[in-house]
Every structure is written in C-alpha cells, then in structure tokens.
C-alpha cells in the first residue's frame, strides 16, 4: 500500500473516509493525515529522555485508546509518531546540528557529515525506539493492519 501523495489532504477527514488512507512506509504521511496530526503532534517532544518519557508514554496511550475504539488509523498514525521520534532524536543524536548532509563545494554532490554524538539525544532515541516496537507489534495492531490491507486489497480489484 503505497502511500498516497496526490491527496488533498488540507480538506480530507480521515476519520470521515478511512477508505482514502494508506499505510505507506514508515513514517510517510505522519504530518499529513488530520485530524490525527493535530491530536498526536502536541505531544510529540524528544530534547531529554525525560521529555521523551513523558511524550512516548502519552503518545503510545494515545495508540491504545485509538485501538481501543477500533480505529486503525488513528493508532498507525501514533505508531508513525513513535517512530518519527525514535528517527528524529536519532538524527540529533547522530548529528547535533539535525543536518545529515551537505553539499561539497568541490563536487556539488550530497556528504554524509562525520557522526557529533549526543548521547541524551541518544537516550531519547531508545525510549522513543522501545514504545515504537511495543506499538508495531501490538497483536490488536496488527489485526487491524491485516484487516485494512484486505479491505484495501479488495476495493481495488
């Protein structure tokens, strides 16, 4: 299931057409998909392990009551906030400045830029890393995954 970038997504309730949602990759469409966007990104935070505590911990509840009221997309897109923090504090842990890379002025070409450690950016990424892994497999989650990829499947036959 591709996701699907040609949407009008400023004028598109999700909750009101699940039909239109696609799962994608990863995180593709985490800060497209409302109103789940605006109900999840406040509480999206990751500068210490105690914010990203706090954040994950509220995020994955949010992932539960989404489950818990059979919503699918609501919880894949808290799982998608899960890990949208675990890969954005991995950067800033990777990299203090958050720039992965950058032009060389002799080849024009894109360089990876030498690892600047963070090791609290480093202990946000675990946190957030441990609450996305427990979210992805959720049994509940993955039934409801299966469950949309089959509905899915057979309106687009």
């Not at 696609?22 to 914010?51: A, C, D, H, N």
């Not at 002025?105 to 675990?126: C, F, G, N, R």
Request: glycine letters at 4%.
């Amino acid at each position: 299931m591709t996701f699907d970038y040609s949407l009008d997504y400023q004028n598109i309730n999700f909750r009101q057409h699940p039909e239109l949602y696609r799962v994608g990759k990863g995180e593709q469409g985490v800060l497209l998909v409302e109103p789940y966007k605006s109900e999840i990104l406040p509480y999206w935070r990751f500068k210490t392990p105690e914010i990203a505590r706090e954040s994950s911990e509220k995020i994955y509840q949010i992932f539960l009551d989404y489950l818990e009221k059979d919503d699918f997309i609501g919880a894949d897109m808290a799982r998608k906030f899960l890990q949208m923090g675990y890969t954005r504090s991995r950067r800033y842990a990777n990299h203090k400045s958050g720039k992965k890379y950058e032009r060389s002025p002799a080849t024009d070409q894109k360089e990876i830029l030498p690892y600047d450690v963070d090791p609290v950016k480093a202990e946000s990424a675990a946190i957030f890393k441990a609450k996305w892994i427990e979210a992805k497999t959720n049994a509940t989650y993955r039934q409801l995954l299966a469950r949309h990829k089959q509905i899915y499947e057979t309106a687009n036959r």
